[in-house]
């Protein structure tokens, strides 16, 4: 059995803001510590179900967050942030369930540090399904053939997982108080958590269908301001849609949308504000 396993940060237990997010901030650092713990309680948990494979996958920011020394030494990890698929790199038929740990809510939608990839997006659409970063990933698994069987963050993570996901497990590490207030777990209580959970989600796997793409998807994305949308519709094949910030790409699966995405964003993120 291989179980692949994407770990955000904003979703980990005890982070309710974003200096512990960002690798400028006094709180970066025990934020690292505390998402490596998480992550070896899942990659535990795992292993102790039959888990023979497991491959984590850093999905923050500059992607190089968690500790590989202090990483559980049965567990083969993929760090850094040059990634054709970025939070779901080396995705692949061949894992028998995905597990995404440390997500939180889409951009637009209450819970911890919400937003979608970059805070530039209001709102992302595949076809007439709104999507964050979960809903995206999940896309992405499913077109593998690989059911996303666990999702672990804050309360309203886990319900945005439900909403889209049937029949996946949750885990919720903490509760959204507003977007910078968290009530949390403590963090041995968050492991105990973590580990039943997945537990639950592999023996479940097989009753968890993947979350199947479109054929030919329509990836819209909605920007907070012009200047983002003309530069992402800068990539060949998108467009603005007419008095809107909403720029359109039709992509032949979603592994192409999926690369148009991390294209906008990028070119989305030269705007200048003055």
């Known amino acids: 059995m291989k179980i692949y396993v994407s770990v955000d940060m904003e979703g980990i237990t005890g982070l309710p803001d974003y200096t512990f997010v960002d690798s400028s901030q006094h709180n970066y650092e025990r934020a690292r510590r505390i998402m490596t713990e998480e992550a070896n309680a899942i990659v535990?948990?795992?292993?102790?179900?039959?888990?023979?494979?497991?491959?984590?996958n850093d999905s923050h920011s500059k992607m190089?967050?968690?500790?590989?020394?202090?990483?559980?030494?049965?567990?083969?990890?993929?760090?850094?942030?040059?990634?054709?698929?970025?939070?779901?790199?080396?995705?692949?038929?061949?894992?028998?369930?995905?597990?995404?740990?440390?997500?939180?809510?889409?951009?637009?939608?209450?819970?911890?540090?919400?937003?979608?990839?970059i805070f530039g997006v209001r709102t992302m659409y595949i076809n007439d399904?709104?999507?964050?970063?979960?809903?995206?990933?999940?896309?992405?698994?499913?077109?593998f053939g690989v059911p996303v069987i666990l999702v672990a963050g804050d309360d309203c993570a886990c319900k945005e997982a439900e909403a889209l996901i049937p029949g996946v497990v949750t885990a919720a590490v903490k509760?959204?108080?507003?977007?910078?207030?968290?009530?949390?777990?403590?963090?041995?209580?968050?492991?105990?958590?973590?580990?039943?959970?997945t537990a639950e989600?592999?023996?479940?796997?097989?009753?968890?269908?993947?979350?199947?793409?479109?054929?030919?998807?329509?990836?819209?994305?909605?920007?907070?301001?012009?200047?983002q949308a003309e530069w992402a519709a800068l990539m060949p094949g998108c467009e603005i849609e007419p008095g809107t910030t909403i720029v359109k790409f039709e992509a032949k699966d979603i592994l192409e949308a999926y690369r148009a995405m991390l294209v906008m964003i990028e070119l989305a993120l030269q705007t200048k504000f003055c």
């Open 44 to 56: 535990r948990a795992a292993i102790g179900e039959g888990a023979k494979s497991v491959l984590v």
């Open 64 to 117: 190089n967050n968690l500790l590989v020394e202090e990483l559980h030494p049965d567990a083969e990890l993929i760090t850094g942030g040059m990634k054709a698929l970025s939070m779901v790199e080396a995705m692949e038929a061949s894992f028998d369930g995905a597990i995404f740990a440390g997500y939180h809510a889409r951009a637009g939608q209450p819970g911890v540090m919400s937003h979608s990839m």
């Open 129 to 143: 399904v709104e999507i964050g970063e979960l809903g995206f990933n999940a896309y992405v698994a499913g077109h």
């Open 175 to 197: 509760e959204s108080i507003t977007r910078s207030a968290v009530k949390t777990l403590h963090p041995k209580k968050a492991h105990a958590l973590l580990e039943a959970k």
């Open 201 to 227: 989600a592999i023996a479940k796997r097989s009753t968890i269908q993947p979350l199947v793409p479109p054929a030919n998807p329509t990836l819209r994305i909605e920007f907070t301001n012009y200047g």
